[in-house]
Structure formats: structure tokens, C-alpha cells
């Protein structure tokens, strides 16, 4: 049908219509050519669709083939073609012809078209096309529709325009004809199969001529009854022929278009139609597209595959149909709820939701438990769906309560088996131990039963009844978690961390509920959780999970609610709890405890604080008394007595974390541990860990009073000698024997270097300017040396485990991490300028290699450290690489390989510092030449021992140096290397050695670009001049040999300024300003000169006598002595030479392409101004600092795409061997 006629009206009426005038919705149309009414119509979104669409068919009832027209125009116009079809096109052109035509007047300037033009007027454009095809399908049902002539031209048409090789036409066309005219055409062809299934008996075509026959006989009118039967049967016949010719015409090409959307269009309407006429097209031949397109390469498609089988799915009557289905392409299914793309992998948990609703026998354990373990996804909605599915599964199947019964609560309730149901769940699932996600997952179609608390309660509290068993220790414990995690959620009413996507406005409703739940909360676990904390009281993990109930809890509800006795016994068993433990974990969840119920707006306030300033008398007493004995025994300290006291120290400074402890002055005793934990060297580490963690809450808890401003001068001097003496004894403490000890130190001290830095006074806080302390240099060598000894180490050096692989792999990554937060302390330091920037130097020279552990870290501080001061980050960054290369010569020697790995790994790692400084090269200029200043410097720095023939020492660093030269702007590279020039001899210029390679190559980076701008002009000039030489006549040969005569005198007179030798030839002002260009250079522009020469007529004469050249080694050795007698003169002098060389280039260059004097100025500020444009338009939106440099992924981290294999063959849209492949 794409090629052939339209469809042939009868022969009565051909012909009408053909004339050239006529009228469509009171405009007039001549010669055929209509005046894009519908599209306008289309285009703008009126709501006026209906009377629209009724003035078209009442002008096709009058001239069919203008109405057509008009119609075939509106779709071209749709497609953002600008041609038009004519009346005589219509006639006498073939389908193929006519859309031949047509892409031969498509607009090629722009690859937009309106279903792809952005804007909100282009963005309806979609919806009112649809709309419109729509209501003409819907109003054409009762009598055009069947004329064959209207839906077979249309049908033909937009064939052959769905198999152009337009994406528009494509696009569009296949909307059209895929996606509304096929949906209402379903709609019409449902109606007559409803009116001919309300008569089931006639299904039978025997029956149906009996019935019809002994109507006849008794009554005329079931001939009439018989004639409207079979119209509509015929009606229904010539629908799904319509249908079936779209499908083969259309369809089946265009789902696998190249073009996604188009794909994603045929797949998403062809779900439609299984849906509306399942009985036409709800079968194996058209499922196994959806089927095969499951496996196409993005996800766009991949997502309306899926969502068009939940469509059919969700159907439970269509089930039948889908088992094969089902069973053919289920393994694909389940794959794809590890999609890459996470909105297909949530519509395939939901399909695979939907399956398990239709029946339980066809997802295997195997499949169901892939889908279990997506409940713990940080992706919300992925575990959300996964939440559903789990749900479905194991919780749908509840015990029906008797109607009448009482409610049954506590264990006895029918949610006691669910809740037992999750824990067990969450027991099995051994590699996530998160809780919290797994409630956030169940949250949304499970909060009925996660908000049972009474039942959970009971479950712990209640003996069990006969014939149940008991919950184990483990269970318990996993019950105690859930539990905590319910009430959490259902407190903060948000997601665990991880999960969240910012802060959500809450609904009044959600409100509402959110006090209802906290008042429940508090009503039920003031009551039950003291008999809770007294059955599980010597349990820590049980503990510290009650503990953090009553964060959660309104305390108003204890006055109230008259709960104050219950009040009264939660201190009583907090306070024994504080009293039996030295868990850390357990100590600090009490003192927060203690912080919640210490709330001055409510009434309980006195009640809790009286409790808590006993318990707290009571410990500090008991500390003071133990260190005195501790102290006075000396040498002889017992073990009991060291567990007492460091139990006591244990509770204060857990205690001290949260509340303010200074009228107990607890610094004068801890500092007296700690100092004879220094003399005697034999103090117990944990000891000295924990007393050194209290002396720096005592120090914050002062700063923090001193803060407010009310305070007095004796306060803050006393402050001061703390703090000081306090960071003295930490750095006397960077040196003890024991690693965990000199950690903690080096922890806090970096902490209180930083708070008490130069910044503290800011914000309005002058008055605390006496505090502000700086590290000296020795204590700012310790911390380094610190770093480098405890952090830049092999991971082997500190495993010490041999419990088995895995407890091995879990020391490794928890001393990782402790690495970690001991260099990002440092890190801070060089931040905020605690300590010098140049330290980062020993830093930044581990990036390469430690990249995997401590990359973003040592990254963020380089980026941070730029912002600060650009210059001093550069020469920080020069001086890592200077020591890397001064290391590299220590163990290699100064006649290394430049091949090694070792100098090979430093040239990379200035690559990816040059990387780091991003695209603009003006926010870095001054930063980059100071480092290439640095550079040069130290590559000279070391002449050699054997005399000035041999290299520097330390040359070869210019070759690592080079990696930064793309990093110069133009201008720059010749400022550079003029000052390379002032560090080389005459000598140094002649080399040719390998040993001299890296200046020769350093030397090329810098000329590489140096004379961009001169090419860049000479450019603007050559093509300035050859147009301004075709709009004028040519110059006449005088004028030539005029202009050849000035160009030899600019010659003879140079030659004269710089005195040349005899027998050397004077080189042409325009071959370029730079003297020391290599002979390939000048090569090049000699080649380059000689055409361009040629081809505008302006060769000059050849000199009869031609003096011999000499070659390029004599002409360097003759400037470099003329460079060593004016090396005298100032720098203001050789720019003042240079300025002179580049306007004599500029007007040899002026007279070579005989450009008028007219023009000079304005060529060479068009260029400039050119160039800058395009500078300004490549930073243009890119405001950073820094470049994300592509690295291989971290190994201690696993990827996300590790835990999915790869479905889709990039080389096609689907898996050729997956279509290949018979489906049934």
C-alpha cells in the first residue's frame, strides 16, 4: 500500500473536486492548495477540537478529495515540512511520488520538527495532534470510515511516510497511525462485537440460518434483523483488515526504528491493542514482539515494554492467554529488576507483582529471592517495589477473624505470625543487616502491621502460649531492632540515610498522623519500656536499642497522662544500667537519653535533672578517689583497680559528650593522669585514650560558655593556659608506643588546631581573639611525619588478623577507614590554612599511587587548597613533584632510564595535576607560569660535576615539566621561554645528545603554540587579502616589481641591523619572529609560503646572485653569540626588539597579499576579537576550579554494574540472536 494509489472514489463522482477554487471552514483554497487551517488549529490547542473535525467531514461530504487535501497537508505540516501538496500532485502522483517531492522540499537547516521543538507551545503540540486524530476517527465511525476511499488513502499515505528515510516523517506518521487512529478504531470495532456477543446463539452459523429461517416464516422483520447482523459483522471484518494492514505496513518496520521513540510508540500501542481487542490480537504471534523488545539497548523502550504487559496483567481474565508468554520470557523479566536504568527495574518488580498475582506456581524460589534482597536497594522506589512484592508474597496470606469475635491482641493478635514472618525474613537475609531499609521498604503497604506495637511488645514480655515456641536470644534482638526502626519512621516520617532525596513538605494529613503515632508511641513504651530494660538489662546490643526509644517520645504526655511513676522507674533502671556497663555503645545511648528527658519546657525537667546530677556526683566522686589511690601505687597497680577506674572514666566522658560538666573541673585531674601517664610510660592505653577524649570535652564545653560573650577575662586566660598545655601533651602523646594512643592524639589535636585556628573570630566573635593559637613549625613537622608514617602505608603492614579470610578483609577495610579519617584531620588543617600549604606537597605526591584508597580526599584538598590561593597550590603541587624526582634520583641514580616506571609515573602524575586545573586558562594563568618559573629553576639548580658540557642534574625534570605547557596561553609560552634562554649556555643550544632531549622537548612545547597568535593572523590576513583580491583588480606587473623592490630593501635593511656574517642570507621578514625555531618548523612555513606564493601571482624576482645558505646549526651558533653580548641589556630593551621584529612581520605580511592600508587595523581586530569570542564561548557555563578525572573505580567499593550483567549488544538495538530464535 506505500506505493500504490490512493483509494478511487466511484465513477459517478470522479472529478469532483478537481476544479481549482474552493472553501474549507470558510477559507478559500486555490489551485488545490490548502491553507494549513488544521495544523493552525493543532498548533495552537484551541478546545474547540469537535466543531473542527464536523466542519472537516461536512466538507468532505461535499468534494472528497479537497477535504483529503487538506488532511494529507495537515499531516506534512505536522512533520515540519515546508512543501505542499498540490491538487494536481493528488491526482496524478503516486503516493512514493508525492513523498519523494516532499523530502526533496524538507528543511535541512535545523534537524528540529514539532514533535521535537522545545518550548511549552511545542510541548501540547503532541497532545492536541493526538487529540484531533482522535475525535476525526471517533466522528467518522458511522459512515466515512467504511466508504473505502478516506482511511485507505490516509492508511496509505502515512505508510509510506513511516518507511521515509525523514525522522519526522517517520516519527510523525507512526504516532498518528500507531498510536491513535489503531486505539479508536479498536473502540468502533469493540461495539459491534458487543452488540454481536449479546446474541451468543448466532456465534453459530447453522444455528444462526435456522433461527433466521423460522423468523421469516413468522415474522417480516427478521430479514431486516438479519440484514443489520451482517452489516455489522462486515463492519467489524473491514476494522481489524484496517488493523492488520497498519500492523504489516507499519508496525512491524518501525519497531525496530533506529530512532528510540519510535520504537517506544509501536511497543507501547501495541500493548494498547492487546488490551482493548484481546481477542484479535492477544496471542503468541503479537506477544512475542513485546517479548523480543525486552532486550532492546534503551531503557525508554525496555520501560514501555514493561508497562504494557502490566496492562495485560493486571487483566486476571487475559491470564490464560500470557502462560506461554509467561513461561518463555519470565527469565527476562526477573533479569531486568537489576536494569541499569532504575525506572525499568521498579516497573519490572511491579510486573513481576503482578504475575504473582495471577498465580503462585510460576515464580521459583530461585526468582522471588532476587527480588527479595532489592528490599535493602538505596534506590527508594526500587526497594519500595521490591517492599510490595515481599509483602504480597509472604504476608497476604492472613488468618481470617471470626465475625463477632473480640479483637484478638498482644501475641494472641493475627499479626503476631506476620511480625514473627519479618523477623525470620530479616534473620535469613545475612549480607544486609539494615534494618531500617528493610521497614522503609514495608512502610508503604505494611504500616498497619509495622505500627503493631503492642503485639511486638507482648512478643518480648509475654510467656509464650502452649504449643508456641519461644523467640530465640537472636530473635529478639532482631525484634528489638525492627521495632526501633518502625518507631523512628514513624516519628521522623522520612527515610533512612541513603534513601532520602531532600526534605519533603508534609501534608496536613501526614501531620496529623505524625502526632497520633509519637502519642501512641509515648503512651504505650513509658508503660512498657521499664519492664523491658529490666529483663535485658545485662544485654548491650538489646540495651542500646531501648535506649533510643525515648528520643521519640512527646514528654508531655508523662504529666498529662499521670505516667510520672512510670517516669520515675525509667531513671531508676537508666541509672543501673550506667552502673553495670562499660560498653561504650550502652554509656553514650544512656547520656542521650538523659539529654532527651532534660528538656526545661517541660514539667519532668527537675525530676530528671535531680537524677542526673546524683548519678553524676556519685561517678566523679568515685573518679577522684581511684586516681588518688591509682597515682599514690605507682608501679604497683593492681588490675582491679586499673578496671575501675577506667570503667569510672568511661562513664564521665561518655556523659561529658552530651552535658556540660565543668563545675566537677575535671581537667586538673585528667591532666594529671595524662602527664604521669608521659613520665612513667607505662600508663594503660585505654587509660590515656579515654582521659584524653574527656580533657577535650572540658575544653569545648569552656569554649563553648566563653562563646556566648557573657564571660570574664580570668576565664579566657584560664582557657588559654588549658588549651595550650592541653596541645603540648597531645604532641608529647604523637610519640608514645602505642598506635591506638597515638591516634587519638593526632585526632584530637588536629580537631582543636582547627577550632582554635584564626577563623574562630569570625562571625562576630572578635572578643575571642586571645584564643587564637598557631602550631609551631616543629609541631607542624610531627603532624606531617605522622601522616606519612600512619596513613601513606601497604594495607599488609597493619593486617594482623587470622580469624579467617573474611574477618581479615573486615580489618582491612576498618583500618582503611581509620587511615581515612586521620588524613581528611590533616587535610582540614592545610584547608583552612591552620598549617602551611607547601605540607600538602608530601600529599598531593601520593595521588597516583594511593589513588584508590585516598583519590577523592587528596582530590577535594587540591581543589580546595586552588579557591584559596591559585599560586601557592601551584608551587605546592611543583614541589611534590620536585621531591618524587630528588626521591627517584636517590635510588636510581643521575643516570636513570627515562623509561623507568619510577620517572614514567611522575610525568603521568603531573598530567593529571594539569588536568586538574580546568579549561580556563585565564582564571590560572599567573598559577601556571609560576610553576613552569619553579620548574625551570630547579631543573638548572644542580649544574653537573664534569663540567659545563654535561646536562644538569636535575635537567631531565623539564620533560615532566612539559605536561604543564598545554596549560600556557600563547603569550605566555614566549614569556617562558625567554626565561628558559637566561638559564642556558651557548653551549646547551648545540647539543643533540639523548641526555639533552628533555630541553629540546620542552623547548618544542613552549615554541608549539608560541607563534598561534602570529599564524592566527597571518591566516586572517591570507584570507582578508585573497577576498579583497577578487573583489580588485589585479596589480599590474610594476606594481609587483614596486612591491617586490620594497620587500628586498625591508630585507637589505634588516640584514644591515643585525649584521650578519658574510656568506649567511638574510631571512624574509615574514618566516617568522622566533629565531630558534627547529629546521622542521621553518621546513614547514617554507612549504606552506611557497604555494600560497604561486597561487596569488606575487612570486618576486628571482636575485640573480644567490649566496649559499648556511645550515641551521651555523645560523643558531651565530644568534646564541649575538644573544650572549646583549645579554646585558634590560628586558624592557627585547621587548622593545620584539615589538619592532613583529611590526616589520606584519607589514611584509601587509605587502606580500597586497592588502590596502585601509584595512590593517580592522583585519587584525577582527581576528583578535574572534578568537577571544571563541575563548569566552568555550568557558561559557563552566565555572569550576577543577576536572573530573576519569580513573578506575575504587576496589574496596563495589559498582552498582557489578551486580548485573550486561543484557544489551551496543552494536545493535536488540540481540540478533534473541529475534532470530522461533519464540514458540
Not at 442 to 448: D, K, Q, T
Not at 703 to 717: I, T, Y
Not at 1011 to 1035: E, H, I, L, N
Amino acid at each position: 500500500m506505500t506505493g500504490g494509489k490512493k483509494g478511487k472514489k466511484p465513477a459517478g463522482e470522479k472529478g469532483k473536486g478537481a476544479k481549482g477554487t474552493g472553501r474549507l471552514n470558510g477559507h478559500h483554497q486555490e489551485n488545490g492548495m490548502e491553507n494549513m487551517m488544521l495544523f493552525e488549529v493543532v498548533k495552537l490547542g484551541r478546545s474547540a477540537m469537535q466543531s473542527v473535525v464536523d466542519d472537516w467531514i461536512e466538507s468532505y461530504k461535499t468534494d472528497r478529495d479537497v477535504a483529503l487535501l487538506d488532511l494529507i497537508n495537515f499531516f506534512i505540516q505536522c512533520s515540519g515540512c515546508k512543501g505542499v501538496v498540490s491538487g494536481e500532485m493528488f491526482r496524478n502522483m503516486q503516493n512514493s511520488e508525492i513523498i519523494r517531492r516532499m523530502t526533496e522540499e524538507f528543511d535541512e537547516d535545523s534537524g528540529d520538527y514539532p514533535l521535537t521543538i522545545a518550548g511549552p507551545q511545542w510541548k501540547r503540540f503532541k497532545t492536541s495532534f493526538c487529540e484531533f486524530i482522535a475525535v476525526l476517527v471517533r466522528q467518522c465511525q458511522y459512515s466515512i470510515i467504511y466508504d473505502e476511499y478516506m482511511m485507505d488513502t490516509v492508511i496509505s499515505l502515512l505508510t509510506g511516510l513511516s518507511d521515509s528515510q525523514v525522522r519526522a516523517f517517520r516519527h510523525t506518521s507512526t504516532l498518528g497511525q500507531v498510536m491513535k487512529e489503531p486505539i479508536h478504531l479498536l473502540f468502533i470495532c469493540a461495539e459491534p462485537s458487543n452488540q454481536l456477543d449479546q446474541h451468543p446463539a448466532l456465534s453459530n452459523e447453522s444455528e444462526r440460518n435456522k433461527i433466521v429461517a423460522k423468523r421469516a416464516q413468522r415474522s417480516p422483520g427478521a430479514c431486516s434483523y438479519r440484514q443489520t447482523h451482517r452489516e455489522l459483522q462486515e463492519n467489524q471484518d473491514e476494522i481489524e483488515n484496517m488493523m492488520n494492514a497498519i500492523f504489516k505496513g507499519v508496525f512491524v518496520h518501525r519497531y525496530r526504528d533506529s530512532i528510540a521513540e519510535i520504537r517506544a510508540i509501536c511497543i507501547e500501542e501495541i500493548g494498547v491493542w492487546m488490551k482493548l481487542y484481546s481477542d484479535a490480537f492477544l496471542n503468541d504471534s503479537y506477544l512475542k514482539y513485546v517479548g523480543w523488545t525486552m532486550h532492546d539497548k534503551q531503557g525508554e523502550v525496555r520501560l514501555k515494554c514493561l508497562t504494557a504487559l502490566q496492562g495485560l496483567y493486571y487483566n486476571r481474565e487475559l491470564n490464560t492467554r500470557l502462560e506461554l508468554f509467561t513461561s518463555r520470557f519470565k527469565d527476562r523479566i526477573v533479569s531486568m529488576t537489576l536494569d541499569k536504568e532504575y525506572d525499568v527495574a521498579v516497573q519490572a518488580i511491579k510486573l513481576l507483582t503482578l504475575v504473582l498475582h495471577s498465580t503462585d506456581e510460576v515464580l521459583s524460589p530461585e526468582d522471588c529471592e532476587s527480588v527479595y534482597h532489592l528490599v535493602y536497594s538505596a534506590h527508594r522506589p526500587v526497594a519500595i517495589a521490591a517492599g510490595e512484592f515481599l509483602f504480597k508474597k509472604l504476608f497476604s496470606q492472613r488468618e481470617p477473624e471470626e465475625e463477632g469475635a473480640p479483637k484478638r491482641r498482644g501475641r494472641q493478635s493475627a499479626n503476631a505470625n506476620l511480625i514473627k514472618t519479618t523477623v525470620f525474613f530479616f534473620l535469613e537475609s545475612e549480607l544486609h543487616e539494615h534494618a531500617a531499609y528493610l521497614v522503609d521498604s514495608l512502610w508503604e503497604c505494611g504500616a498497619e502491621l509495622l505500627k503493631d506495637w503492642e503485639c511486638m511488645t507482648s512478643l518480648l514480655l509475654d510467656d509464650p502460649l502452649p504449643g508456641e515456641e519461644a523467640l530465640t536470644d537472636r530473635q529478639e534482638t532482631a525484634l528489638i531492632e525492627i521495632m526501633l526502626c518502625t518507631v523512628r519512621q514513624a516519628a521522623e516520617c522520612h527515610p533512612p540515610v541513603g534513601r532520602g532525596t531532600g526534605k519533603r513538605v508534609m501534608t496536613a494529613k501526614e501531620k496529623k498522623t505524625q502526632l497520633d503515632d509519637r502519642t501512641r508511641i509515648t503512651e504505650l513504651f513509658a508503660v512498657s519500656l521499664p519492664p523491658l530494660l529490666a529483663k535485658y538489662a545485662m544485654d548491650s546490643e538489646k540495651v542500646t536499642n531501648l535506649l533510643q526509644l525515648p528520643q521519640f517520645f512527646d514528654l508531655e504526655i508523662y504529666t498529662t497522662g499521670r505516667l510520672e511513676k512510670h517516669l520515675e522507674s525509667l531513671l531508676r533502671q537508666v541509672r543501673e544500667i550506667v552502673e553495670k556497663h562499660t560498653d561504650t555503645d550502652v554509656l553514650e545511648v544512656c547520656s542521650k537519653t538523659y539529654h532527651a528527658l532534660c528538656n526545661e519546657e517541660f514539667t519532668i525537667f527537675n525530676r530528671v535533672d535531680i537524677a542526673r546530677s546524683q548519678l553524676l556526683d556519685e561517678q566523679v566522686d568515685k573518679f577522684n578517689r581511684l586516681l588518688e589511690d591509682f597515682l599514690q601505687e605507682g608501679e604497683e597497680v593492681d588490675e582491679d583497680d586499673t578496671y575501675q577506674i577506667l570503667s569510672t572514666l568511661k562513664r564521665i566522658t561518655a556523659f561529658h559528650n552530651a552535658h556540660d560538666l565543668s563545675q566537677w573541673d575535671l581537667f586538673a585531674s585528667n591532666f594529671k593522669l595524662l602527664n604521669t601517664g608521659i613520665e612513667n610510660g607505662d600508663m594503660p592505653e585505654q587509660i590515656v585514650i579515654q582521659s584524653l577524649q574527656c580533657t577535650h570535652y572540658v575544653i569545648l564545653w569552656n569554649l563553648a560558655k566563653l562563646s556566648e560573650g557573657s564571660s570574664r577575662k580570668e576565664d579566657m586566660v584560664t582557657l588559654r593556659k588549658q588549651m595550650r598545655a592541653f596541645c603540648m601533651m597531645c604532641q608529647r602523646y604523637l610519640t608514645n608506643v602505642n598506635t591506638a594512643v597515638k591516634e587519638q592524639a593526632f585526632t584530637i589535636l588536629c580537631d582543636v588546631l582547627l577550632i582554635f585556628s584564626h577563623q574562630m573570630v569570625s562571625g562576630g566573635r572578635e572578643h575571642l581573639e586571645p584564643l587564637v593559637y598557631s602550631p609551631e613549625d616543629s609541631l607542624q613537622v610531627e603532624l606531617l611525619s605522622f601522616i606519612l608514617n600512619h596513613v601513606f602505608i601497604d594495607q599488609d603492614e597493619e593486617t594482623n588478623s587470622t580469624d579467617g579470610q573474611q574477618d581479615d578483609e573486615a580489618g582491612k577495610i576498618e583500618a582503611l577507614h581509620k587511615r581515612r579519617n586521620l588524613l581528611a584531620a590533616y587535610c582540614k588543617l592545610i584547608i583552612y590554612c591552620v598549617v602551611e600549604m607547601k605540607t600538602g606537597a608530601d600529599i598531593f605526591k601520593q595521588y597516583m599511587r594511593y589513588y584508590n584508597d585516598y583519590g577523592d580526599i587528596i582530590k577535594e584538598t587540591m581543589s580546595k587548597t586552588r579557591q584559596i590561593d591559585k599560586i601557592q597550590c601551584a608551587k605546592t603541587l611543583i614541589i611534590s613533584l620536585q621531591q618524587l624526582f630528588n626521591e627517584m634520583l636517590s635510588e636510581l641514580g643521575h643516570g636513570f632510564d627515562r623509561s623507568s616506571s619510577s620517572f614514567c609515573g611522575i610525568k603521568e602524575l603531573a598530567r593529571r595535576f594539569s588536568l586538574t586545573f580546568g579549561l580556563d586558562q585565564v582564571k590560572t594563568r599567573d598559577a601556571i607560569a609560576m610553576l613552569h618559573k619553579d620548574g625551570i629553576e630547579f631543573a638548572f639548580k644542580e649544574p653537573s660535576p664534569q663540567g659545563e658540557g654535561n646536562p644538569p642534574l636535575h635537567l631531565a625534570f623539564l620533560d615532566i615539566l612539559s605536561e604543564f605547557s598545554s596549560k600556557l596561553m600563547r603569550q605566555d609560552k614566549r614569556t617562558v621561554h625567554m626565561y628558559l634562554e637566561r638559564f642556558m649556555t651557548f653551549q646547551m643550544a648545540l647539543q643533540r645528545e639523548d641526555c639533552w632531549l628533555p630541553l629540546i622537548s620542552y623547548r618544542n612545547s613552549l615554541q608549539a603554540g608560541g607563534d598561534d597568535d602570529t599564524m592566527s593572523v597571518m591566516s586572517g590576513y591570507s584570507s582578508r587579502g585573497s577576498s579583497v583580491r577578487s573583489k580588485k583588480a589585479k596589480p599590474t606587473a610594476a606594481t609587483s616589481a614596486a612591491a617586490a623592490a620594497a620587500a628586498a630593501a625591508a630585507a637589505a635593511a634588516t640584514a644591515a641591523k643585525r649584521k650578519l656574517p658574510e656568506g649567511v642570507a638574510a631571512e624574509p621578514a615574514d618566516a617568522g619572529d622566533d629565531a630558534l625555531a627547529p629546521p622542521h618548523l621553518h621546513r614547514h612555513a617554507g612549504a606552506q609560503e611557497g604555494p600560497r606564493r604561486q597561487l596569488h601571482g606575487r612570486v618576486p624576482p628571482t636575485p640573480q646572485h644567490i649566496q649559499t645558505p648556511m645550515d641551521y646549526n651555523s645560523q643558531v651558533t651565530w644568534m646564541l653569540a649575538q644573544r650572549q653580548q646583549e645579554e646585558a641589556r634590560q628586558q624592557q630593551e627585547r621587548a622593545m626588539n620584539y615589538a619592532k621584529l613583529r611590526t616589520n612581520l606584519q607589514h611584509a605580511i601587509r605587502r606580500g597579499t597586497g592588502l590596502m592600508e585601509e584595512d590593517e587595523e580592522p583585519i587584525v581586530e577582527d581576528v583578535m576579537m574572534s578568537s577571544e569570542g571563541r575563548l569566552d564561548d568555550l568557558n561559557e557555563g563552566m565555572d569550576f576550579d577543577t576536572m573530573d578525572i576519569d580513573l578506575p573505580p575504587s576496589k574496596n567499593r563495589r559498582e552498582r554494574s557489578e551486580l548485573k550483567p550486561d543484557y544489551f549488544d551496543p552494536a545493535s538495538i536488540m540481540d540478533e540472536s534473541v529475534l532470530g530464535v522461533s519464540m514458540f
